[in-house]
């Protein structure tokens, strides 16, 4: 969703709570692939919590969807209130 010059991925409703939800994948290979919440970073926080109380209704969370891809297969993991 596109709000002014910025975008949230998600925005759901979650126990009856409004969430935006940024939506972070990662594509690795071998032991040691990247981790989907590093490129997550504290300006990127930032700008989502802004984005998300400017919402109407304002969300009250905002969540983390990250998405590995790797050899052998994805790995999707929802983190709450992460900031």
Request: with cysteine; hydrophobic share 45%.
């Amino acid at each position: 969703m596109r709000i002014g010059r910025g975008e949230l991925d998600l925005i759901a409703d979650h126990d009856g709570r409004r969430v935006a939800i940024e939506v972070k994948t990662v594509v690795g290979t071998g032991i040691d692939p990247p981790l989907p919440e590093d490129a997550f970073t504290d300006e990127k926080a930032r700008t989502v919590r802004d984005l998300a109380d400017a919402l109407e209704p304002r969300a009250l969370r905002v969540d983390l969807i990250a998405i590995s891809l790797i050899e052998s297969g994805a790995r999707i993991r929802w983190l709450r209130s992460v900031c």
